[in-house]
């Protein structure tokens, strides 16, 4: 397991900064690595339109985490509620938990693979004696607090999704043997990737990637030929190529750092959230997440910008990513909202918004002022008095 988990890290991965356009789905990535409440994301698009590069030229520009020492789950050392059971029951002892640096780490998940390898397998006999000490850990233990990718992800089997999908909604990887059982943390950052004309997405695990990019070959004859020829010295030397961008990779890393640090301060207008939600009642969307997401990542745009207040535009990309996929379609209708719609229902929620200041503030001139009433108030209660 450990093997495996090394051969991938030896890989040369394409640089980030060096990918051509796309803008879109790379910021949709760097959104998630920025606030892992956002909840993931899903690229879909056409074979050869750099998806699978773009995900693992990410794990090179991860920032750095602390995790507790020798914690085969990456426990936050300072989080409590998410903590193993070792790490807890230390903790609980009065011991100070040794703490150390690593990077984020992004860990594949190949279509068919079996339960075990993604779950874990647990020796009966040693669990009853030992607990979770008998786990051998599996692919949702070592992306726990880091990212899980997930290729042709449509292609998953209905079981593994399953088990994705509780381990993503709980925070927690459950494995059962026999009656015996063992838990531990499960957090991580989902992202998948597909090709549409492969089949479809399921439904639950649709609306449980928070983010749904289309990327396609661009049309554009100068950035086919960049990619061309950057592809060809990309592979006639991988790590001279990859220096050139070293810098700029660099600086995307520590432009995350700092937003991290923003994020907590990041504020949003209510104007602006009634807008998200009116968006959300115009487009019959299921439940309250999308409304949640936006929120999230519009405060997360901000924050990546090196703001504190949200924008405009930083609610309409927020929006432009979460609403895509989740607005209610007939069978036989194109999956992603157009871009005339979605501008037709941001007009219209505006629009709404603004008619509803509107109101208010007549309302507010209409109505007498708070001293004339009180005056009036004392004089019809002098009135009664003098009668």
Do not use: W
């Not at 507790?68 to 936050?76: E, N």
């Not at 949702?140 to 042709?152: F, K, S, T």
């Not at 030929?225 to 700029?248: A, G, H, N, V």
């Amino acid at each position: 397991m450990e093997q495996e988990f090394h051969e991938q890290t030896k890989r040369v991965n394409y640089p980030f900064t060096a990918i051509v356009k796309q803008d879109k789905m790379k910021m949709a990535l760097l959104l998630n690595v920025i606030n892992q409440q956002i909840g993931g994301v899903l690229i879909r698009g056409e074979r050869g339109s750099a998806k699978t590069v773009a995900v693992r030229a990410l794990s090179d520009i991860l920032p750095e985490i602390d995790v507790v020492k020798d914690c085969r789950f990456s426990c936050d050392p300072i989080n409590i509620s998410k903590m193993c059971t070792p790490c807890r029951e230390q903790y609980d002892q009065g011991k100070k938990l040794p703490v150390v640096k690593r990077k984020m780490r992004l860990v594949e998940l190949p279509i068919g693979t079996t339960e075990d390898r993604v779950v874990g397998t647990l020796n009966i006999e040693l669990a009853i004696k030992e607990g979770i000490k008998a786990l051998e850990i599996g692919l949702l233990a070592e992306a726990n607090r880091g990212i899980l990718y997930v290729d042709n992800i449509n292609l998953l089997d209905d079981h593994i999704m399953d088990v994705l999908l509780d381990s993503a909604a709980m925070g927690v990887n459950t494995v059962e043997r026999e009656g015996v059982s063992v838990s531990h943390p499960a957090s991580f950052i989902l992202i998948g990737s597909m090709n549409p004309e492969e089949g479809e997405l399921r439904p639950q695990l649709h609306d449980r990637l928070a983010f749904h990019v289309e990327v396609k070959g661009s049309g554009n004859i100068r950035s086919r030929l960049q990619i061309m020829k950057q592809t060809m010295e990309f592979e006639r030397d991988p790590i001279y190529f990859k220096k050139l961008y070293e810098e700029s990779d660099n600086e995307i890393a520590r432009s995350i750092i700092s937003a991290q640090k923003i994020l907590p301060k990041a504020t949003i207008k209510e104007e602006f959230l009634r807008i998200i939600a009116r968006m959300c009642i115009e487009l019959d969307v299921d439940g309250h997440r999308p409304d949640i997401i936006i929120t999230r990542a519009a405060m997360t745009k901000a924050a990546s910008d090196g703001r504190k207040t949200v924008t405009e535009e930083d609610m309409v990309f927020a929006a432009e990513l979460a609403l895509g996929f989740r607005m209610r379609r007939t069978p036989f209708e194109d999956a992603a909202l157009g871009t005339s719609k979605f501008q037709q229902v941001l007009d219209h929620a505006k629009k709404l918004e603004a008619e509803s200041k509107k109101k208010k503030r007549a309302k507010k001139q209409s109505s007498p002022p708070a001293s004339l009433k009180a005056q009036s108030t004392q004089r019809k209660a002098g009135g009664k008095t003098k009668k």
